[in-house]
């Protein structure tokens, strides 16, 4: 049973940069597509960006698109989000979800597609 525990959150300044790790065990990462979600106080879950595989294609929602990165490490058995240039409205947990791959060449941002999810983590970005 695939089990996904985030880690890497805290509080940073604008403009600075910070990296989550969603580390797999019970199941290899490379067997699921593993998407970033996030939810800020008040406001509903949204789609961050994923990972599909094996074809490795990825997703970004466009408010984070040229700022965030999402990596696949198989032998730490991890998916990472590099977040640069990070802004206040990017203040929220983040929350890492797989779902065992299906044929599907892309992953979508939809969390009702995912069925396992980690705890989440904190990030806040404040001056």
């Known amino acids: 049973q695939l089990q996904l525990v985030e880690s890497g959150g805290g509080l940073v300044q604008p403009g600075e940069s910070l990296t989550l790790s969603c580390t797999a065990s019970?199941?290899?990462?490379?067997?699921?597509?593993i998407g970033w979600f996030r939810q800020a106080p008040g406001k509903e879950r949204e789609g961050v960006s994923c990972m599909a595989s094996p074809s490795d294609n990825t997703l970004y929602a466009n408010s984070v698109k040229g700022r965030f990165t999402i990596s696949r490490d198989t032998a730490k058995n991890t998916v990472s989000l590099q977040m640069n240039n990070l802004k206040p409205e990017d203040t929220a947990v983040y929350y890492c979800?797989?779902?065992?791959?299906?044929?599907?060449?892309?992953?979508?941002?939809?969390?009702?597609?995912?069925?396992?999810w980690g705890q989440g983590t904190q990030v806040t970005v404040s001056s």
């Open positions: 979800a797989g779902i065992r791959i299906n044929g599907d060449a892309y992953c979508y941002i939809l969390p009702l597609l995912y069925d396992t």
């Open positions: 019970g199941a290899t990462v490379d067997n699921y597509f």
